[in-house]
């Protein structure tokens, strides 16, 4: 699976930003996706998880009400909508999937950086 994430970039505080997170390659056996994000001197946690083919959702508690994630028709191409950015949403942000039943494997995206100005 290869996954190809857009959309970063610089917005001030209040802001909104889209990212998308196209996957290809052996999409059937996508679990579930998701975004994560890892600012500077801080462990990669996670923002925001889908699975796929039933559509359930989880956020951070620290985004709750503020990022939406949803996927495509496809199911192919994943979004995190992000809206009342703050400048602790400054990160870089990455996509994930999660591939294959038995053993399943995480699969990761480059990261795109979103910087929030005060």
């Known amino acids: 699976v290869q996954l190809q994430a857009s959309g970063g970039g610089l917005v001030q505080s209040g802001g909104s930003l889209r990212l998308s997170c196209a996957a290809s390659g052996s999409i059937s056996s996508i679990n579930a996706m998701g975004w994560y994000r890892q600012a500077p001197g801080k462990q990669r946690e996670l923002v925001a998880g889908?699975?796929?083919?039933?559509?359930?959702?989880k956020y951070a508690d620290s985004v709750k009400g503020r990022f939406t994630i949803s996927r495509d028709n496809t199911g192919n191409t994943v979004y995190l909508q992000m809206n009342s950015l703050k400048p602790e949403d400054t990160a870089v942000y990455y996509c994930?999937?999660?591939?294959?039943?038995?053993?399943?494997?995480?699969?990761w995206g480059k990261g795109t950086l979103v910087t929030v100005s005060s």
């Open positions: 889908i699975i796929t083919k039933i559509g359930s959702t």
């Open positions: 994930n999937a999660n591939v294959g039943l038995l053993r399943p494997t995480d699969y």
